[in-house]
Each structure stands twice: as structure tokens, then as C-alpha cells.
């Protein structure tokens, strides 16, 4: 517990954390708002409404996680950690845990912000949406997904020991590679799909008709997990064993 405390400190000091969050409840709330501004009936918001601007937040969260824990790592202040304690895993988790639950709780923030503005402005929501399944598929593929890349962002960091490597490649990947990709009804694009963190999430939670992935839909689900694990292992396993600077 007092490493969760002194990595939140730590983490909180620094500007660039509350700039990126600020990005991210702001151009969220502002998505929300916009949407319920511009459209042309009178029926209740649903919970898929609240995940407009999803794209935008996971490129931020993607760039904002990576590069915290880049510069942790680059400019030699996790050195201060390991003063508190000499388990690294500890530092470890508790590092990915705080940015984790920063980044959920800032999307969270601008989803309430988002209702309340436009309640304020006269629409509704039909709450019900939130609970039913497959009502609130894409509401709850929406906060997997943050939480999926940001873990996957701060594991490459701490892997390849640069934010901004981690950051680009998994840019690439989210913002390019897969959107070409899913627009591409070719056998070999789903092939590829089939294996990439995105679409399988987006398959697990809202079926397989989604991208049309040969998997079964459990079996999506368990691939991303398995991305995940690996690359946080692999992040354990390389963080034990290099030098703090």
C-alpha cells in the first residue's frame, strides 16, 4: 500500500499527468455534448453514446501511459522508488495500477460530465441500457479497451525501455494498421485481425459478426488476455533484471 501511495505522489507531481488527463475528460465531455447537440430526434441517449470520442481518448491514453513511464525510466527518477523498496514488481504494479485507474477515472469523469450537460440542455438517457447486455456492449468494450491499452502501453515502456517507441508502435497499430484492416473484406486482412488486440476485444464483447473473425468469441476474449499477460510479463521479467539507469 504505501508504494501505490508514494507512485501515486510521484506520478500526480508531474504536469504532464494532469494535462493528459485534463485532454481526455475535456475532448470527451466535448464529444458527449457535441453529439447530443447535433442529433435530429427526441429519443433517449443510449449507453453507446457516453463511448463517442473513444478513439481519441485510446490514442491519448496510449501516448500519455507509454511516456509517463518512459520518462520514469529514461531520466533515472524510478531510482527514487526503489529507496521506499527493493521489490521492482511492486513499483512495477503499483506504477501500471495508478495510470490505469487515472486514465478509467478521467473517461468515467467526462461519460458523468457528458450526461449531466446534456440532461442540462434537455435530453435523456435510457439508463436500462447500461445494464442489459447487448445494450451496453459498446459501453463496456469502450472502458475494456482503455484499460487494455493502457496496460499494454506501459508494458512496452517498461520493455523497451522508451515511451515513445512503445507509444508509436502501438499507434500504429490501433490508429492504422487495424483500421485499414477491418475495411478490407479480404481472408488474409481477417486472418490478421484474428490477431490483434482490437478486434478481438471488439469481437469478444459485441459477437462475431463484428469483423467476421473465424474464432469464436470466447476465444477472443482469451486472446487478448493472453497479449496482455505476455507483455506485462515480459515487462516483469525484463524490469528484474535491468540496471535502474
Same mark, same amino acid.
Given at each position: $500500500?504505501?508504494?501505490?501511495?508514494?507512485?501515486?505522489?510521484? &506520478?500526480?507531481?508531474?504536469?504532464?499527468? *494532469?494535462?493528459?488527463?485534463?485532454?481526455?475528460?475535456?475532448?470527451?465531455?466535448?464529444?458527449?455534448?457535441? $453529439?447530443?447537440?447535433?442529433?435530429?430526434?427526441?429519443? !433517449?441517449?443510449?449507453?453507446?453514446?457516453?463511448?463517442?470520442?473513444?478513439?481519441?481518448?485510446?490514442?491519448?491514453?496510449?501516448?500519455?501511459?507509454?511516456?509517463?513511464?518512459?520518462?520514469?525510466?529514461?531520466?533515472?527518477?524510478?531510482?527514487?522508488?526503489?529507496?521506499?523498496?527493493?521489490?521492482?514488481?511492486?513499483?512495477?504494479?503499483?506504477?501500471?495500477?495508478?495510470?490505469?485507474? +487515472?486514465?478509467?477515472?478521467?473517461? !468515467?469523469?467526462?461519460?458523468?460530465?457528458?450526461?449531466?450537460?446534456?440532461? +442540462?440542455?434537455?435530453?435523456?438517457?435510457?439508463?436500462?441500457?447500461?445494464?442489459?447486455?447487448?445494450?451496453? !456492449?459498446?459501453?463496456?468494450?469502450?472502458?475494456?479497451?482503455?484499460?487494455?491499452?493502457?496496460?499494454?502501453?506501459?508494458?512496452?515502456?517498461?520493455?523497451?525501455?522508451?515511451?515513445?517507441?512503445?507509444?508509436?508502435?502501438?499507434?500504429?497499430?490501433?490508429?492504422? &494498421?487495424?483500421?485499414?484492416?477491418?475495411? $478490407?473484406?479480404?481472408? *488474409?486482412?481477417?486472418? &490478421?485481425?484474428?490477431?490483434?488486440?482490437?478486434?478481438?476485444?471488439?469481437?469478444?464483447?459485441?459477437?462475431?459478426?463484428?469483423?467476421?473473425?473465424?474464432?469464436?468469441?470466447?476465444?477472443?476474449?482469451?486472446?487478448?488476455? +493472453? $497479449?496482455?499477460?505476455?507483455?506485462?510479463?515480459? +515487462?516483469?521479467?525484463?524490469?528484474?533484471?535491468?540496471?535502474?539507469?
Amino acid at each position: $500500500m504505501n508504494t501505490i501511495v508514494s507512485e501515486s505522489r510521484k &506520478i500526480f507531481s508531474l504536469r504532464s499527468t *494532469w494535462v493528459y488527463l485534463a485532454i481526455i475528460t475535456v475532448g470527451l465531455t466535448a464529444a458527449n455534448v457535441l $453529439m447530443g447537440a447535433i442529433r435530429n430526434d427526441d429519443s !433517449a441517449l443510449q449507453s453507446s453514446d457516453v463511448a463517442i470520442g473513444a478513439i481519441f481518448a485510446v490514442v491519448i491514453m496510449i501516448f500519455s501511459s507509454a511516456t509517463l513511464v518512459g520518462g520514469d525510466l529514461q531520466k533515472g527518477t524510478v531510482a527514487w522508488s526503489y529507496l521506499s523498496t527493493n521489490r521492482r514488481l511492486q513499483v512495477l504494479s503499483s506504477q501500471i495500477l495508478v495510470i490505469t485507474v +487515472a486514465n478509467v477515472a478521467a473517461a !468515467a469523469l467526462a461519460g458523468i460530465l457528458g450526461m449531466l450537460l446534456n440532461s +442540462a440542455l434537455g435530453g435523456s438517457y435510457d439508463f436500462s441500457s447500461f445494464v442489459h447486455y447487448p445494450d451496453n !456492449a459498446v459501453f463496456l468494450f469502450t472502458f475494456v479497451e482503455y484499460i487494455v491499452y493502457t496496460l499494454l502501453a506501459t508494458g512496452l515502456a517498461y520493455i523497451l525501455r522508451s515511451g515513445t517507441f512503445a507509444a508509436m508502435l502501438l499507434i500504429i497499430e490501433y490508429f492504422v &494498421i487495424e483500421s485499414v484492416l477491418t475495411s $478490407m473484406d479480404m481472408g *488474409w486482412a481477417k486472418f &490478421i485481425l484474428q490477431i490483434l488486440p482490437d478486434a478481438n476485444l471488439r469481437t469478444f464483447f459485441q459477437g462475431q459478426d463484428t469483423f467476421g473473425l473465424m474464432a469464436p468469441q470466447w476465444v477472443s476474449g482469451v486472446i487478448v488476455l +493472453a $497479449m496482455v499477460v505476455a507483455v506485462l510479463g515480459g +515487462a516483469a521479467a525484463v524490469q528484474r533484471r535491468r540496471a535502474v539507469v
